[in-house]
């Protein structure tokens, strides 16, 4: 079965500061997707990136960028120059490619200090 | 904009109570999810529906039931809600088919529910 595992429950770091969140996940797919997840207090989730595991490039939003290393089942989300309205919890979530179910992390807390 | 509609933002029920929780997308999205979120255990997926009145077990179906009748409407049933049951439930949708949306869930704004 598969499995994600975020290891930081909380981060906080101060405005403008670069942060990176981590994500492991374990699969024994070849073809699969991840996802970046954003759900800021009280606001619904959105989605934030996602990568297709066939795809060796990076995906980049703006100042989200993910560090995708598929050998070893690792997928960490960069934010630069990082705002206020970053603050949210972030979930990285699996997708197999023949199967529309997500499979979430537990989640990373992130705080934005002004 | 995709848009997914959850009746309730809070709910208090009691023991014992059946429990509708209600959701709307306009996006005429094929698959629609309910999940369940909990502190440190990110979200777990109760049900699943691929097609009106079509339907797959997640990984903690136990207890709730769902219903699809129309395409843009979900329910989740809760037959008999229970103390353990208190928690934030989670609606989505997504369109598996090809294009830049492909699997992208697109969530509502969750109803806490508190059973007592």
């Known amino acids: 079965a598969q499995t994600v595992t975020q290891s930081q429950p909380e981060m906080s770091v101060q405005e403008a500061e670069t942060v990176t969140l981590s994500c492991t996940y374990d699969?024994?797919?070849?073809?699969?997707?991840l996802f970046w997840y954003k759900q800021p207090p009280s606001r619904q989730m959105i989605l934030v990136i996602r990568q297709e595991a066939y795809k060796q490039q990076n995906a980049t939003e703006n100042r989200f960028s993910v560090n995708f290393q598929k050998a070893a089942k690792s997928f960490s989300l960069k934010i630069s120059d990082s705002q206020l309205g970053d603050t949210a919890m972030y979930f990285c979530a699996f997708m197999k490619h023949s199967n529309y179910q997500l499979i979430w992390g537990a989640g990373t807390k992130l705080i934005i200090k002004p | 904009d995709v848009k997914v509609t959850q009746s309730s933002r809070y709910l208090v029920k009691r023991t014992g109570e059946k429990v509708f929780l209600e959701c709307v997308q306009d996006m005429d999205h094929e698959n629609m999810f309910w999940y369940r979120q909990d502190p440190g255990l990110g979200l777990r997926l109760i049900y699943f529906?691929?097609?009106?009145?079509?339907?797959e077990k997640g990984d903690i179906p136990e207890g709730y039931s769902v219903s699809r009748e129309k395409k843009e409407r979900f329910s989740l049933i809760l037959e008999s809600a229970s103390t353990n049951q208190t928690s934030m439930y989670l609606c989505?949708?997504?369109?598996?088919?090809?294009?830049?949306?492909?699997?992208?869930?697109?969530f509502g704004a969750g109803t806490r529910l508190s059973v007592l």
């Open positions: 529906s691929y097609d009106v009145k079509m339907k």
């Open positions: 989505a949708s997504s369109d598996p088919s090809s294009g830049v949306a492909k699997n992208i869930q697109y």
């Open positions: 699969t024994s797919e070849n073809n699969y997707y």
